[in-house]
């Protein structure tokens, strides 16, 4: 567990290779499971220098109105990860079979993604999750980005490079069902790409994908669940995009979406076009 400089440690309160940050006192290598929290008492945590390095678990906990920041290199989580508040600005992958949360906002405070994650296992978000320029989130084959209901990815603050979802064949990007009328989940200001990946929506739920660049649906990409899916994002669909089990889809007319002949499966979709911008 990080203690940094506090209780006397004698730690430089910042690197992650000083042994005295640690409780108990040894650096925290391959296997090992970690916590970093910042919470009154140590309420400033900034923790630098990490190696890359494979976790088994990962938790990193913040307090509302407390500072906290993981910079270095390559963190790989093996079985659990539970990150509540705070940023990390280390390259992220989310093992296979590995199960894990990240929480935004409400009494964690800010929650921020700044480099690229990768998801191989289950990775649930809930709250809303700020995604720094340029980064990259990638659903790789197996894995499971589930953007629970009244949840949000968000990019649309950021400044230079475009962020980027991006879902290839075996990979899924899912809405669990709304039981309690909580309000759809959104990805805002990402470009999304789901590259023959699956977008699967529970039926009472909602996905909206905005004010993001121009994305694509293509190489054989389902949508399924019998959920809603909104696009207002200007988005080109091509190679068989299938839609099942009557998923609706809603599209913002305000932007030219490419839908080439035959390259849409509808026989079991219901599509809905608008002339006005999705609002946020």
Not at 27 to 45: E, F, K, Q
Not at 152 to 178: C, H, K, M, R, Y
């Amino acid at each position: 567990m990080w203690v940094g400089a506090a209780d006397g440690s004698g730690g430089d309160g910042h690197s992650w290779s000083d042994a005295r940050n640690w409780k108990p006192r040894s650096v925290p290598g391959n296997g090992d499971s970690v916590t970093i929290g910042a919470a009154p008492g140590l309420c400033t945590v900034d923790v630098d220098d990490v190696p890359s390095i494979r976790l088994r678990d990962l938790s990193v906990l913040h307090f509302a109105f407390c500072h906290l920041t993981v910079t270095g290199g390559s963190i790989t989580v093996l079985h659990l990860l539970d990150w509540q508040g705070g940023s990390i600005d280390s390259h992220l992958v989310f093992g296979p079979s590995a199960l894990g949360e990240i929480v935004g906002n409400g009494e964690t405070g800010l929650t921020e993604l700044d480099k690229d994650l990768v998801v191989r296992g289950t990775l649930d978000v809930r709250g809303s999750v700020e995604v720094g320029p340029g980064a990259q989130i990638s659903v790789a084959s197996g894995g499971d980005l589930r953007i629970n209901p009244d949840s949000d990815l968000d990019a649309s603050t950021s400044e230079g490079p475009p962020s980027v979802l991006q879902f290839g064949t075996g990979g899924i990007v899912s809405v669990p069902a709304d039981l309690e009328d909580d309000g759809p989940a959104t990805i805002s200001g990402l470009q999304v790409d789901a590259t023959g990946g699956t977008t699967s929506i529970a039926q009472s739920s909602t996905l909206r994908i905005l004010h993001g660049p121009r994305g694509s649906i293509s190489d054989a990409a389902v949508i399924e669940g019998g959920g809603t899916l909104i696009l207002g994002n200007p988005t080109d669909a091509s190679d068989n995009t299938a839609f099942q089990d009557r998923s609706r889809l809603v599209l913002n007319s305000r932007w030219h979406h490419q839908w080439p002949y035959g390259g849409l499966h509808r026989r079991r979709i219901h599509v809905v076009a608008r002339r006005s911008p999705v609002g946020p």
